[in-house]
Structure formats: structure tokens, C-alpha cells
């Protein structure tokens, strides 16, 4: 009973461990670029100029504080409050929450209710709860390097990296862009702002919709994303407000972090 017991604690752990990574990319954004042949897309119609202008406006404005709220079907539902830039590379703070699904039970097992998380241009890293470091050495933040997630062999590491470094308003903007069924559904009013909202389906293997609601300053105020996740509908909305708001994110204290291939490697080993 106390093997079973032990291996179900590393389980939990591991399971922690690339939890927090799949939060981190799933508050930020699920967009997926179109990955159909060339030919194969749509090509006659040309990408609306009013679009493209909110493209630039929303790039060039550099950061902007983001509220959202995420849900994956029957494993994980987020929300996320903080701030993000992303005119020299991702950074930025975000607290997330867990707020139901599987991941979040594992989550709370290990005594974790919510993390930080600090994004830098060239990693990532969760702050876990006092139950998590009691089971990392005593170390309480975990970071993951773009470049090791890439170099994992099953591939899926190298799409989380690609997606958190993506994950800002503007690429939400180039998303849409590329859709073949793009409309302007009209002008609406978006938490107190005159804003025109945007709608297309976007996606190659998963088709999936993106909505977005643009102020008159060509700058995002909401976005919604939807589809399916092999646990069941993805659904995404996000705010974006105080465009341009400072942001800074320090890399936490070396010996309060662990590297996540070295947590994985060694809880896999002694189960």
C-alpha cells in the first residue's frame, strides 16, 4: 500500500510539473497557425486594410494588462489576471488560477490553488505551492528554456515553446487575417468602449473560431477563441486594456529553481 501510495505522489508530481507548463500556454493564447499546403488555402480575397492596421497598432503598442479566462474540456479551467509585452520578446507577470478539471485536482493535491508566472524571452518559470517544494528539494519555481523544450523528442515541447512566444494580441490579429471565411459582424459595445468585432475560422487539421472586438484606436479590447481539445471544447476570452503599461518580470533566485528536465527526469527514475 505505501509503494502504491508513494508512486500515485510521484505521478501527481510529474503530472505538476508539465501542468504548470500547458497553463502558461493556455492563458495566453491556443491559437494554431493554418498548417494546410499552400495551395490548398484560399487565396482570391485580400485581407481587409482595416485589419492590418490594427495589426500594426497592436504590435508597435508593445504590452497591455490581460484578463482571461480559459477552459479545455474536462481537464483544466484557468483564469489569469497581469501584464504582457511582447515588443522584444515575450515577458511579462501573470497569476493563474485554477478553477476546475482534472489538472486542477492534481494541482491541489500537491497543495497548489494558483501560481505566478514570469515570462522571459528565453524561458518560462511557475511559481508552485509549499507542497510542491516540499517534493523539489524545497525549491519552489520551475523554469522551462524555449530552446530545451524544443530539443524534447515527441515534438510536443517544441509547439508549447512556439505558442507561448506567439501568444500576444497582435498574433491574434495575424491569426484572423488568415482565415478564408473572414466578416466584420458589426459595431458593438465592449466593457463601456464602441468597438467593431471581427469574426473567421481559422486553423488547418482542427478548425477552430476566432473572434475579436477592436477599439477606435485600432487596438484589441477582447478576443474569443473556440474549438475542441481531445477532452473536449477549448474555449478562451481574453480583455486587453492600458496598452503600453510598463512591464517587468525578474528571473527568480537560482536556488529557489528547478529545471523541468531534471524534475521530470528524476521522479521518473525513482518511480
Known amino acids: 500500500m505505501t509503494s502504491t501510495s508513494t508512486t500515485a505522489r510521484r505521478t501527481a508530481f510529474s503530472i505538476a510539473v508539465t501542468a504548470a507548463l500547458l497553463c502558461a ?23 481587409p486594410p482595416e485589419l492590418r492596421a490594427v495589426e500594426r497598432s497592436t504590435a508597435r503598442a508593445g504590452s497591455a494588462r490581460v484578463e482571461s479566462t480559459t477552459a479545455m474540456g474536462r481537464e483544466l479551467s484557468i483564469e489569469a489576471v497581469g501584464a504582457l509585452g511582447w515588443s522584444d520578446g515575450l515577458t511579462g507577470t501573470l497569476t493563474i488560477t485554477y478553477t476546475g478539471g482534472t489538472t486542477a485536482e492534481t494541482m491541489r493535491e500537491l497543495g497548489t490553488t494558483a501560481m505566478e508566472a514570469r515570462y522571459l524571452p528565453d524561458a518560462y518559470y511557475a511559481r508552485m505551492g509549499d507542497g510542491f517544494a516540499e517534493r523539489a528539494g524545497g525549491r519552489h519555481w520551475i523554469k ?3 530552446a530545451d523544450l524544443e530539443g524534447l523528442g515527441d515534438g510536443a515541447g517544441a509547439g508549447f515553446a512556439e505558442q507561448m512566444r506567439n501568444t500576444t494580441p497582435d498574433r491574434s490579429v495575424k491569426l484572423l487575417l488568415a482565415s478564408e471565411d473572414l466578416r466584420k459582424v458589426g459595431e458593438e459595445t465592449t466593457r ?11 486553423g488547418g487539421t482542427t478548425a477552430q473560431t476566432v473572434d475579436i472586438w477592436v477599439d477606435d484606436r485600432n487596438l484589441l479590447v477582447k478576443k474569443v477563441e473556440r474549438g475542441r481539445t481531445a477532452t473536449g471544447e477549448l474555449t478562451q476570452t481574453a480583455y486587453y486594456s492600458d496598452y503600453g503599461v510598463r512591464v517587468s518580470a525578474e528571473r527568480p533566485p537560482a536556488g529557489d529553481t528547478a529545471d523541468f528536465k531534471e524534475l521530470l527526469q528524476a521522479h521518473g527514475d525513482a518511480s
Not at 488555402?41 to 485580400?46: C, D, K, L, V, Y
Not at 463601456?192 to 481559422?202: F, P, S
Open 25 to 47: 500556454t493556455a492563458c495566453t493564447g491556443t491559437g494554431a497557425p493554418d498548417d494546410r499546403p499552400r495551395e490548398e488555402r484560399a487565396t482570391s480575397a485580400a485581407p
Open 144 to 146: 522551462y528554456v524555449y
Open 192 to 202: 463601456g468602449k464602441r468597438t467593431t468585432h471581427w469574426t473567421g475560422t481559422v
